[in-house]
Structure formats: C-alpha cells, structure tokens
C-alpha cells in the first residue's frame, strides 16, 4: 500500500503562483508512475502532468506545459507540482496519484492509477 496526502493548495488571484506537495510513504518502491490530475466541478478528473520517480522522466500534458511543472524530491518521497500564471479556469480540487504501472502505460486514464491523496483545492480568482 502506497499513501499520498496532498498540501499546497489554497487562494490566488490570476497571475499568481502555488506549489503543490504530494508526500508518498508506505511501499513507495512498487510505484512506476506519480502524477497530478484535477477536477474542475462539473467535469471529469483530467492529468495535469506525470512522471517516472527514480528516473524524473516527465510527461506533461500539452495544453499545461510552461504554466505548470512537475518535480520530485526522491530523499523527502515527495511530487511537486509548480503553478505559475494561474487563471480562474485553474480553479479545482488537485490530487496526487501513483500507479504501479509504468507511465507509457498508465497515459491519463484514472482508471490505472491505484493510488490517490485525497486532494488540495486550489482557487483562481480573477
């Protein structure tokens, strides 16, 4: 069993920035994949961006790149995720995620993430 709890998140106005944390403890070896996905009311959980832990390969989802960049800490077992320039349509619950498959596998599909936090909310106000 792999836990993810989330911290970071909170209110901004557009233009701002927040950095998000994912803690990971338990059998954090088995996982092949982390990743940020969020859900904006109303609509389905989408990834943000994700990424190979002990290799920090990324995979970023195009229509998020250079607003939002995705890192790790392999000695703290924490994800982070950057946001900067945030917009209102920003606003939505974020969560952390961790597979045991590997990310080439995983893509975006919820489905094959077995491991998620329970969330930070994150608000944009314009």
């Known amino acids: 069993q792999v836990q993810l709890v989330e911290s970071g998140g909170g209110s901004v106005q557009a233009g701002g920035s927040l950095k998000l944390s994912c803690a990971a403890s338990g059998n954090t070896y088995i996982v092949e994949c982390m990743g940020w996905f969020r859900q904006i009311p109303g609509k389905e959980r989408e990834g943000v961006a994700r990424?190979?832990?002990?290799?920090?390969?990324?995979y970023d989802r195009e229509s998020m790149k250079g607003r939002f960049t995705i890192s790790r800490d392999i000695g703290k077992n924490t994800l982070y995720l950057q946001m900067n320039n945030l917009k209102p349509e920003d606003t939505a619950m974020y969560y952390c995620?961790?597979?045991?498959?590997?990310?080439?596998?995983?893509?975006?599909?919820?489905?094959?993430?077995?491991?998620w936090g329970q969330g930070t909310r994150v608000t944009v106000s314009s």
């Open positions: 990424m190979h832990p002990p290799s920090g390969n990324i």
């Open positions: 995620a961790a597979s045991e498959v590997p990310c080439y596998s995983t893509s975006w599909d919820v489905g094959r993430y077995n491991y």
